[in-house]
């Protein structure tokens, strides 16, 4: 790998909060569909597409095309929560192919650009409809790492205890969190039904359907179910983080889609906007859309190119099955191929759904692979408490001969780390 | 002013929260340096500006040429906080412009793109270095909306309090806050200095130099020092929110400039992009930065079309002293005519300092103002608890006379909307 | 039930916050051992015994007689934390008999006269040790009504939310709380092992070993141990709250006997002083008594009366075995008893061990039942969420023919109250 | 000062936070009025008088006679909140000699027996009345130990930051705080009365009206009302912490008496029970006692004994105004002893009213004087910031001649523990 010269001023200038670019330490200058390409010309193959923003992969060239006219043309590029020609766009086309086809009436709240703040925004609602103020959330649940959002996500790292005052929330163990033979969503009914429990009456059940950070743990269509019976019985908010399970990456539009469940509200934000702008959402049921003007604001809500390209990308992909089954045939493709590598290692398993998926195995191994990937011409990065799961984030668009490719690059590099001693599972 | 059918998407789908659009009932399709137009052709100069994060106007033409040929290029638009070229113009820019001029060594973190995503980290850092947990902030400070930000902002209506937990932060008078005769860093002083005053040793003394959201009530220069020497005592980082007062718009880069105090911390945003792009990042000392990798992330916290405009704005604006010298010269314009107004109002006075002033009137006389701008051809805002200070707000590059025909339209509607009966000062 | 003038002061001038003499409509005016009498003269058998602070029964001769000679020589009543002879001989008597045959080296802490402040004291000092915020409590458990007591009890009723912020407490299911079929220690084990359990490292566990007012479910002491044995590996103190259980209540001077387990810090009061005098200490390792002198303070920590019945208490009740076997005797005589009533009565059950055994019933027929047993001459209470366990909480001293009087009283009561259609259980 | 043997157990067994038995390291074996003798007999006049738990000194002998007698009639000493002749014998007198003239319609909660639970009850249920949860409380005040009185509790050695997660409460600046040029009140008056100050609506305003820990500040009559009008006018309750000042300290039963103030809420303890025994109420407006029973409780809330006494106290010192007249002719000897003590230090004052003053030298002289003063025959203590104040704590019903001869003592100690150098005011 080459570096050097070309990262002095990251050294010198960046605070060492700094961490991708520790794994994969390439200066990139550009990308196109699933490749990047660093500035000594070399490609690779992305595996991380943005942690999930990407799912239409780098400069999609409809949304481009559009990007480029709007700044051409001296469009607004940022408006505030004023209304913009952009902001309308994106609203009607969000309404026509999303909401509209499933039946829902959410309103659409425009929030500081980031997933974070968007369950902020979410989670301030809940408790000021409920007048309550606890929050269920879940082991290994990855919300953002503002202190309100913070306080429900569950790495220790991020949570710097005891430095943060992070309260409000109550941890329940997500599914599968025991075992197969523990129906975790019993214990929620426990505690929610028993006044001496020790559990507030919670104004929000705030989950991810799969847990992207905490290591693709998956919550099953019945567990879900049950999860939001209860909160609808005990007069919560059921808010979903579809930040990064959203936008299509489990094959739908909405994570929450295949178990049939409608979440009061959605957090959606990293693909939303197509092309990797920042933008951030939180969609709401309009009987809970109680937001005293101005109530929760930030200086980017309108980021004006994002609606540009999100209007595209919605059109573009949401207009009909097509994209839908495009998603799960390159699902089915990565799940066949990620068993076949687990077979091979002892301990290995798949983890996820739809272009969500990754292999857990020895922690070691995986830290050993995401490098090795990166001289192989492949970025891809780990999930997990321990960093245990090789994630399999490619854009949703990646032709099946590069996906194909991908993995045959990383199934060699998971190989060719693993040590010769027999491998300690995760 | 027309509205009508144009803003049924809105009304039908946007969340009740939105709150700039409520006075401006306009839908504007572009805008170009310091005015904008509605989709109806009309034109607006705006005073307004993106409340700060339109400083060099829309759509710079030099930041254009460069984002169009970034984008068209296939530059990385998304980049997590890999390495980037983008990144890395930005950074050097930034070295050479603005940090190594004024000796100052301190890193950049790259945070979500929100101004609150950069306080919150750099609370959180000065809670994890000092391992204390207070933090100081000022009456009618603003620092955002999410729970940690907003734990320091001061408006009541954003607090929501009693649903939120807002811990972690003592309050203290602002300068001025108790009116001339009493110094206010005195009592700062003297709750640091007792231990049985029952404020705890902070972590933090976080402060806007002028309060941009609060009212335009500004510290001087003196008090400034004061606190400055009062964190430093007592083992606190002085973290400045130079959100909406950094980047020019005080005429100096950073609005402590004045003063002669440089912050343990600043968080910038808003202006940092130039072009209204969502960018923020925490400057920090060297010896203060000790985040683990990773401890503080985001998604968006590498807007590579941030990166080239704001590149392009450093280079343009800041290379020499020009700027900073029109900066004042309009202000000074901005203030003689605020004052004229102001004489001519019983009760009201003129606040703030560069192109950050302001006159506050009675609250309601404001509100009719606003209103009637809009009618009259200028967008424009209103700050202070009570919504009482009309907030002059153009951008920094506003030609001279343009600047003076937006006066004129304000004083216009301000003396138009005075009440027969004698005016009550706010 | 005579009430009328006797009760009217209480009612005009009482709080309504009153509960037990809701119930128990009479006015008491002396006691002996296990019995009661009213103002008018009528007896009652106890079976409240001051909700365990009782333990003797009431005016025990020998302590009576002590606490006479003391008042009568001027001896001291209040002396502060100040060493008074009295303190002496309760130390001297409490390291003879209750801490040197134990093995215990734990220091005494004399706390405000509440069992709630010493479970104050045990988690400040806890979180003080530990460096640490979080302690993790159970579901059901009673811990006390001030605010760090109260953020780890479990009544919703008591626990007031929203209205106050209970911080640092993590809830996890205690003993049995998933049903027979799942073992609760194993999801405080997972939490405790995995970096993103969203769990941060605890200060305390903080434990009832029967939860005297949660409903007198228990910790096996395979459970315990479990317990113990988690929180010494995760550095954790483990903190018993023995006000209930302790002083003999289940058999043993300490509740946690039985397990074999020595917890860090064991919070004491109820029948501490034997005469029902306000004491509370709490017991704790040497190694963790780091306080600063005075950094926990109490006006009433030095409650000289109270050290000198209980010394009496201690030198009387355990200077051997004899005590132990009378209330394993009597112990077995009340499950006997209850398990024949439970029989009668479907969906009942007898729960608690030792003279702390109640048996749960729907829960209007356990409020009829106790209503009636004020008329039948006996005085019971319940405890529970839905107050659902009659509580038989005789004093350990109640001659057996008085226990089975009163356990009589209690059979025929609750027979009599039986609906006549068939009963849900609770 | 005699130690060695007498200590060994209490240096072996209790626990190191014990604090005043540092300094006045002797073994008490009894007292009688404002005197106590050590084991050896020694006698010791005594200005500390349970930090004001014993205003009517050791072992009055009309309440020996009254407690003797209920006991040997095996009166009931633990009640719970059962209705006892006792407590109404207490809640009579309470009604006929304090709350009746003067117009107090309060109801009485009986709170677990320490000052802190009393505050906890008062702020839960100011909290409960007002759907609020911050409090304001002030610099310097000093309410207790547990964790909701501890928040407002301004010693730093106590808060023991950043252990305790401390919230909901703001500090202001107490009466005289920033010196006589500025009135704090107003700075109350402005936060609240400002919708973007931060400080959110209180439900209680809490104060002492001399601060007994503090270092015996105390609030003017004007600052007082002032303060208590801004409670009543933004809705929050007025909660006065009378748990030092109260039963006569100040010359008056409540201290608010000279202020003409009728707080909402005030917590009574130490000395109300007369005989330094454990006893703590809330006095509350009716129209405030919203409690649900038992929401909250405490096992020795029916201390029995202490109502016997307390009743006795209440009817000998309370029934006429001779008690009140003797308490100020002796607060003005103490008055006129320590400014001539005072006028020979330069830099000492005096502080505090009623038989609550003190004198203020430099700390070290402080802390030697009250280790002299025990060789020399008198116990006194020391308040403030870093123990700077000698505090004239007698019992109010100190003989004058035994007060002259305490106070020569203390003149004493003082002068000769002056440096010889020059001292320094503290």
């Not at 939001?228 to 929450?256: K, M, P, Y």
């Amino acid at each position: 790998m080459v570096a050097g010269a070309d990262n002095q001023i990251f050294e010198r200038r960046e605070s060492v909060v700094r961490s991708y670019c520790r794994g994969v330490d390439v200066v990139l200058a550009g990308g196109r569909g699933s490749l990047v390409r660093d500035v000594h010309g070399r490609e690779y193959v992305d595996f991380l597409a943005g942690a999930g923003a990407l799912n239409y992969g780098h400069n999609d060239p409809d949304m481009k095309v559009a990007l480029l006219e709007y700044i051409a043309g001296d469009g607004i590029a940022h408006g505030l929560d004023l209304y913009t020609d952009a902001k309308r766009g994106f609203l009607q086309a969000f309404e026509d192919l999303v909401l509209a086809p499933r039946g829902m009436d959410h309103h659409v709240q425009f929030t500081g650009p980031t997933g974070a703040n968007g369950v902020e925004a979410a989670l301030k609602l809940a408790r000021k409809v409920t007048g309550r103020t606890n929050v269920i959330a879940f082991t290994r649940g990855f919300h953002g790492l503002s202190l309100g959002a913070l306080a429900a996500t569950a790495n220790s790292t991020m949570r710097m205890a005891p430095h943060n005052a992070l309260g409000g929330v109550t941890r329940m163990p997500y599914d599968g969190y025991l075992g197969p033979g523990t129906d975790t969503a019993e214990l929620l009914a426990a505690v929610l039904a028993d006044p001496s429990s020790g559990v507030d009456p919670p104004a929000a059940v705030l989950l991810e359907t799969v847990q992207g950070e905490g290591g693709l743990d998956q919550a099953s269509p019945r567990w879900l179910r049950r999860v939001a019976g209860l909160a609808r019985e005990h007069g919560a908010l059921l808010v979903v983080d579809d930040v990064q399970a959203g936008c299509g990456r489990t094959g739908t539009f909405f994570s929450t889609e295949a178990a049939g469940v409608v979440p009061d509200a959605v957090v959606l934000s990293k693909s939303l906007s197509g092309f990797g702008l920042p933008m951030s959402v939180v969609l709401v049921r309009p009987g809970y859309d109680l937001w005293e003007p101005g109530q929760h604001t930030g200086t980017f809500r309108g980021n004006a190119h994002a609606f540009v390209t999100a209007t595209v990308a919605l059109r573009k992909f949401w207009s009909t099955e097509a994209f839908t089954h495009d998603v799960h045939r390159r699902a089915g493709l990565v799940t066949e191929r990620l068993t076949a590598l687990a077979d091979e290692l002892p301990g290995a398993r798949v983890k996820g759904r739809g272009l969500m998926q990754g292999v857990q195995v020895e922690p070691a191994l995986a830290a050993r692979t995401t490098r090795a990937c990166v001289d192989a011409g492949l970025i891809i990065e780990r999930a997990g408490p321990r960093g245990e799961v090789l994630k399999v984030f490619a854009p949703l668009t990646t032709p099946d001969d590069l996906l194909e490719h991908g993995l045959d690059l990383l199934a060699g590099c998971v190989l060719a780390g693993r040590p010769a001693r027999a491998p300690q599972p995760a």
